[in-house]
C-alpha cells in the first residue's frame, strides 16, 4: 500500500493514463448524458472503474464521488473523499486532442489535502499535498506575480469577457483557453497564464484537485462571489472559480457585477 495518499493519487493516475492512451484511435462508443451534459465515451468508463478498483481498494473507509459514476448520499458521512474525474475534457479526447487530464483528489472535511492532475499524452503531472507545496513532474511551481490585471494572461471560456458579467468596461485580457478545467487551474499553479475564470457552476470533480494545486502554488482559488471553495457538497457544485494571484482575484472580484 503506498506510504501517503498522495502517492496513492499518483500512482493510480499513471495507471489511468495507460488505459486510456490505449483507447486513443480506437472505437470510443461515444454517447450523450441526459441534460445536455455532455458526451461520455468507452474510455472515461474504463478509467472510471480503474479509479475506482484502485483507490477505493487501497483506502476502503474513505468516500467516493466521480463524474461517472452514481452519486450516492453515503459520501456525506465520511472524514475523507475520493473526488476524481476520469477524462477532463472528455470533448477534447474525442477530437484528438491532447489537453485532457485525469484529476484526482482527497478531501477531508471539506478541503483537499492531496490532488494529481495528469495529462498522459503530455506526460505532465501536477501535485500537490496540503503544506508541501505544489510541483509539476517533480519540480516546484509558483503562481505568477502579474498584478496589472490589464496585462493578466488569463484562461476562460469566451462568454466569460461578456458585457453582463462586469460593472463598467470590461478589462482588456489577454484571453487563452483549453478545455479541461483542471489543466487550466494547473496551467495558473504554474505561472504559465496568471488567472483562470469561469462563472458557470462548476463541477466539484472538475476542480477539487485544480484548487489543491492552485492554494499550494501561492494563489488564491473562489467561487464568482470570493467565498471559499468547499467540497463534499450534498449537490457538488460550486458557483464558478476566480483563481490567480492575491492582487489579480481581488481586482477581478473589484470589478465583477
Sequence with gaps: MPASDLDLLIGVAREAGDVARSFVGGPLDIRHKDDDAGPVTAADYAVNRLLEDRLRSARPDYGWLSEESPD????????????????????????GQDTWAHSLAIVRDGKPVAAAVFLPLLDRLYTAELGGGAALNGDAIRASGTTDLNAARVLAARPTLDEHHWSGAVPPLQRSHRPSLAYRMSLVAQGRFDMMLTFRPSWEWDIAAGALILQEAGAIATDKAGRPLRFNNRHPQTNGVVAGNAALHRAVLDRLA
Design 72 to 95: 450516492s448520499t453515503d459520501r456525506l458521512g465520511s472524514e475523507y473523499v475520493f473526488i476524481v474525474d476520469p477524462i477532463d475534457g472528455t470533448r477534447s479526447f474525442i477530437d
